[in-house]
């Protein structure tokens, strides 16, 4: 199992006949991704890599029942392709593209969202992006840009604000032979389509995701949400990373959404939002995969029989997070590879 | 891209905002020219993008020109908080008997637009917020946008006088239409002041505009201030890279924003101190190198420079020769540590041993690496 895409994903390119949107759509066909289609407003009737390509959104939903759509259009007109994507009936929208107004994703954001039912708790239609790498799922689908050859199958969620350095740490977790259900690429900009409470909401009732890799960095508070709604409703243990403890404030860090504003959005506040819902932080790279090795170890030693466990665990219950959460909160605190924040340090 | 006040006064200006008539002085005697245009008493005022510019004595009232071309005289030759002044604004005086505080900034959580609004102006709104925080009020502007008696209701929360609330909600109207055509993401008035005689004018000035939306705003460009860049700066701007510039002595030069700036933080973990952050972006040419190299080496005194690639969509390769043209060109006169990973990394690494290069695969171990021959170099 997985989240959000898997062997059932049918996809169409926005962008298609673009330089980006060409490359990639070769990149995610050879990953064996079900590209069904492409769009090009006046380039319908061509092929790209034997892909048909059409003049609208909503023509290329008719003919192919695409149900995913990946967008690469240039940032002046990537608002509009989200527009386009919802009203044809895409439920799942994936919008790579870099340098979108914040008030066009704003307007683009509210008319998925109006889109959606009122019974759909994990939500559809859906966003991902602006500004993101998309996602993969190991030996089934690829979306976006994320490289194939680096990932494999097993048990771990991965989520994440960054491109590359989502790259470097699952790089790292597949070295160690810790694979992965999903890996998804949220984006770097102030407004996103799917938070890391989307992701984790996702990962938490997907029966295969044992273990949760989460890496945020500076700006806004979409850390400090997500490690509220951790301890609140996550029963499956979570690693964090924050980038940017090194940032200095009021600086724009390359993705939009990355600043120190007023003093709000620092590493150091969300490190220990993270510590404080018992949730252990790995302070560099490196020290991710041998964090959640741990954890992933405690949890299937917990449960003796792992195979069943992830079964039992697709509705989460009230006993289940009950049971799982007093064993988390030690590990956290025993873990000799958990340390102290830099903030907690230097009060010491 | 921050606006300077008599930047963002004019933008104001534009949509009917009431502002005090001023200009912008570069030197003493076009402040006395400004003062003598405007007649009365005018305040002048260092243009610097901090905080706090008051209290490190860049805000004067003068009486007459020749008091303004002293006064501007003083401040021109003023740093505040490590920026040098370069110009100040010459506005008319004004009386002031209350000062609000009114802005709208985008909330990323709740996917709004925020208004916040308060009787506390003219401090800095984060100390109200920490000292006072109930006196501020908060209130979202709904998808359907903002209705005059919504800006009314709000203001009558904080001005007892009606007429003066009804001009405040009228200032609140159209600072929202700056907000949303000129793609602010903060348009800010502190204070919002209230004059003996009634009136309520905006005494200062701050936007934040968002510079994913330059492309549509032709006139952005002629308010950037090139003075405010380093050569370093100016370099990344025109060829689309970004750059900060940081203190240390250790330059780093990485694809992506989140590999940039974990790098920093290793270099740190690691008992370094970087000298910048660098992205040079997803596809990367070799071209972006050369100029990465030149923006790190003419900016800073770095002592060390560390490039750390993963290779996704950028070819290692690219890197690679990008990394070998710079160098022929011109010797950095610096060590040079090379990590890279990925996408043609063997082909990358041919290239570089060709001209006598070596490159790591582990990023702790180039981290290690690079603080260690920075540490050589200043011994």
């Known amino acids: 199992m997985s989240i959000l895409i898997d062997k059932h994903t049918r996809l169409i390119v926005q962008g298609i006949t673009g330089r980006d949107g060409a490359f990639h759509t070769q990149q995610m066909i050879a990953y064996g991704t079900k590209v069904v289609g492409g769009v090009t407003p006046g380039k319908g009737g061509e092929t790209i890599h034997g892909v048909p390509v059409f003049n609208s959104v909503a023509e290329a939903v008719a003919a192919t029942r695409a149900n995913t759509s990946v967008i690469y259009v240039p940032a002046p007109f990537a608002a509009d392709a989200i527009h386009e994507a919802a009203d044809a009936g895409i439920s799942l929208i994936v919008c790579i593209s870099e340098g979108v107004p914040v008030n066009d994703t704003l307007a683009a954001y509210h008319k998925v969202l109006g889109k959606r039912g009122v019974d759909n708790p994990l939500g559809s239609p859906r966003l991902i992006g602006p500004n993101c790498p ?12 994320l490289p194939g050859h680096i990932v494999t199958p097993g048990p771990i969620g991965v989520v994440s604000k960054s491109g590359t350095l989502t790259y470097e740490v699952v790089k790292q977790l597949t070295d160690r032979g810790l694979g992965q259900t999903t890996c998804i690429g949220i984006g770097g900009d102030p407004v996103i389509g799917t938070d890391f409470i989307d992701a984790l909401t996702l990962f938490e009732a997907d029966p295969k995701t044992e273990a949760i890799v989460l890496m945020g960095e500076i700006g806004g508070n979409a850390e400090e949400q997500a490690a509220l709604y951790i301890k609140r409703h996550v029963t499956k243990p979570v690693v964090a990373f924050v980038a940017g403890q090194t940032a200095p404030p009021g600086k724009r860090m390359g993705h939009a959404g990355a600043i120190i504003s007023g003093g709000t959005g620092t590493a150091a506040e969300k490190m220990a939002a993270f510590e404080a819902a018992g949730v252990p932080v790995a302070r560099i790279p490196s020290e991710i995969p041998d964090l959640i090795a741990e954890l992933l170890q405690r949890r299937r030693a917990r449960k003796k029989v792992p195979g069943k466990v992830a079964a039992s665990k697709k509705a989460p219950k009230r006993s289940a997070r009950s049971a799982s959460e007093p064993a988390r909160k030690p590990v956290s605190k025993k873990s000799p590879a958990v340390r102290p924040t830099k903030k907690a340090a230097r009060k010491k | ?36 245009s405007i007649g009365g008493s005018v305040v002048i005022k260092a243009q610097v993008q901090v905080g706090g510019r008051g209290k490190a004595g860049g805000v004067k009232l003068a009486n007459t020109p020749e008091e303004a071309y002293e006064k501007a005289r003083d401040i021109l030759a003023l740093t505040i908080k490590g920026h040098a002044v370069r110009k100040v604004l010459v506005a008319q005086a004004a009386d002031i008997a209350k000062e609000y505080y009114l802005s709208i900034v985008m909330d990323r959580e709740k996917k709004a637009p925020l208004i916040m609004l308060s009787s506390e102006g003219g401090v800095e709104i984060e100390e109200v917020a920490k000292v006072a925080p109930e006196k501020i009020i908060r ?10 008696y919504e800006a009314r209701n709000l203001m009558l929360r904080v001005f007892s006088d009606f007429s003066q609330a009804q001009q405040a909600a009228s200032i609140l109207i159209k600072l929202y239409q700056v907000y949303l055509d000129g793609d602010c993401s903060l348009a800010e008035i502190n204070p919002l002041a209230v004059t003996p005689e009634g009136k309520v004018i905006a005494l200062d000035a701050k936007v934040v505009l968002d510079d994913n939306a330059e492309f549509r705003h032709k006139d952005w460009a002629n308010w950037r201030d090139p003075e405010e860049e380093t050569p370093g700066q100016r370099l990344a701007r025109e060829k689309g890279l970004s750059y900060v510039k940081l203190e240390g002595d250790i330059g780093c030069i990485v694809n992506g924003a989140g590999l940039a700036m974990a790098t920093m933080d290793l270099i740190k973990h690691y008992g370094g101190e970087p000298a910048n952050f660098l992205d040079i972006g997803g596809s990367s040419n070799p071209e972006k190198v050369t100029a990465a190299l030149k923006i790190i080496t003419t900016d800073s005194q770095c002592r060390a420079i560390l490039f750390n690639i993963f290779g996704g969509i950028t070819r290692c390769d690219d890197v690679a020769n990008g990394i070998v043209t710079s160098l022929k060109a011109a010797p950095l006169g610096v060590p040079l540590v090379i990590r890279l990973t990925g996408t043609n990394e063997d082909k990358a690494r041919r290239i570089l041993s060709d001209f006598g290069l070596g490159a790591t695969t582990s990023m702790d171990e180039a981290v290690q690496m690079v603080i260690a021959k920075a540490q050589e170099e200043a011994s």
């Open chain 2, 1 to 36: 891209m921050n606006l300077h006040e008599y930047q963002g006064k004019e933008l104001f200006a534009r949509y009917g905002l009431p502002v005090l008539p001023g200009q912008v002085a570069g030197t003493p005697e076009e402040a006395r020219e400004i003062a003598a």
């Open chain 1, 134 to 145: 998309g996602l993969i799922t190991p030996g089934h689908s690829k979306v976006g840009i």
């Open chain 2, 139 to 148: 209130y979202h502007i709904p998808l359907t946008g903002l209705r005059p």
